[in-house]
T-cell receptor, first 113, second 116 residues
Framework: GEDVEQSLFLSVREGDSSVINCTYTDSSSTYLYWYKQEPGAGLQLLTY?????DMKQDQRLTVLLNKKDKHLSLRIADTQTGDSAIYFCAESINGGSQGNLIFGKGTKLSVKP | GAGVSQSPSNKVTEKGKDVELRCDPI?????LYWYRQSLGQGLEFLIYFQGNSAPDKSGLPSDRFSAERTGGSVSTLTIQRTQQEDSAVYLCASSLERTLPFYEQYFGPGTRLTVT
């Protein structure tokens, strides 16, 4: 079945770059997503990438997609304490026609001053 | 409304009781989803409603779980005879049927359910 894997914890120092990695299994996924969950808050879409793209950059965020290896990464440049949160990787199965997203367990990013 | 709202925000119930969780999606969104976030389990898809189509119930963990969506808007997730393993944060999300060029789900703040 579909599965999304990501490491559970990442700790970085303020100002450094953070790289959060994710692997997925459904090769038919149309879109892959990164969601952010801050303490006590709901999930918020951070960025997404279409499966025919290799890279997408959005200000401090860079998403890299290796479709051959089914590997997705999120790089946060100049990480700030406000970036501390749980980051979820997600894939949409069946090209989104069924609607549900398959999420990883989330990577908790801790940013030390 | 401004976003997806859920009620109650917190619910404590005794094992064996039934509970109802409510979700108000963003006005105009035809798709509505329920997810469950448990410690150590991440986010788990439960059920999906799309317009007037039959819901996709493939994620419901047991027949104690059910959901309905009245009038294509508000949804209620019902858990009968609650068990301690049902303790989790239940998240609702909504989206337009298909938002081009990508498919975004907007999440509510969740209902934290604790079964004692």
């Amino acid at each position: 079945g579909e599965d999304v894997e990501q490491s559970l914890f990442l700790s970085v120092r303020e100002g450094d770059s953070s790289v959060i990695n994710c692997t997925y299994t459904d090769s038919s996924s149309t879109y892959l997503y990164w969601y952010k969950q801050e303490p006590g808050a709901g999930l918020q879409l951070l960025t997404y990438i279409f499966s025919n793209m290799d890279m997408k950059q959005d200000q401090r965020l860079t998403v890299l997609l290796n479709k051959k290896d089914k590997h997705l990464s999120l790089r946060i440049a100049d990480t700030q304490t406000g970036d501390s949160a749980i980051y979820f990787c997600a894939e949409s199965i069946n090209g989104g026609s069924q609607g549900n997203l398959i999420f990883g367990k989330g990577t908790k990013l801790s940013v030390k001053p | 409304g401004a976003g997806v709202s859920q009620s109650p925000s917190n619910k404590v119930t005794e094992k064996g009781k039934d509970v109802e969780l409510r979700c108000d999606p963003i006005s105009g969104h035809t798709a509505l989803y329920w997810y469950r976030q448990s410690l150590g389990q991440g986010l788990e898809f439960l059920i999906y409603f799309q317009g007037n189509s039959a819901p996709d119930k493939s994620g419901l963990p047991s027949d104690r779980f059910s959901a309905e969506r009245t009038g294509g808007s508000v949804s209620t997730l019902t858990i009968q005879r609650t068990q301690q393993e049902d303790s989790a944060v239940y998240l609702c999300a909504s989206s337009l049927e298909r938002t081009l060029p990508f498919y975004e789900q907007y999440f509510g703040p969740g209902t934290r359910l604790t079964v004692t």
